[in-house]
Nanobody
Framework: QVQLVESGGGVVQAGGSMKLSCAPS????????MGWYRQAPGKPRELVAQ???????TYADSVKGRFTIAGDNTKNTVSLEMNSLKPEDTAVYYC??????????????WGQGTQVTVSS
């Protein structure tokens, strides 16, 4: 059974940097996209950044120019480099991998979530 293991969360000061990493524990697989979501208290989960198998990257407007996503299709690893962090970036960050199936719909694999707290 595939599990996504996240690392890199913690507490940083505003303006600082932090890198999140995600890797599968178990078998690797073909992917459609790899990415990161986050959820702040009382708010819905939102997409932060994602990268497709072909290398296309998408970022939330709120993090453009500050965050960088990188993925390795073969290893099914994905990282998120976060720079110039702001208090509003505080949230639980979740790794996500979408894998194609024979039904035409992707499976969604999720990490357990890692807390990122940005202090002012």
């Amino acid at each position: 059974q595939v599990q996504l293991v996240e690392s890199g969360g913690g507490v940083v000061q505003a303006g600082g940097s932090m890198k999140l990493s995600c890797a599968p524990s178990g078998s690797t697989f073909d992917i459609s996209t790899m990415g990161w979501y986050r959820q702040a208290p009382g708010k819905p989960r939102e997409l932060v950044a994602q990268v497709t198998k072909t290398g296309r990257k998408t970022y939330a407007d709120s993090v453009k120019g500050r965050f960088t996503i990188a993925g390795d299709n073969t290893k099914n690893t994905v990282s998120l480099e976060m720079n110039s962090l702001k208090p509003e970036d505080t949230a639980v960050y979740y790794c996500n991998i979408r894998a194609p199936t024979t039904t035409g719909r992707d499976y969604n694999f999720w990490g357990q979530g890692t807390q990122v707290t940005v202090s002012s």
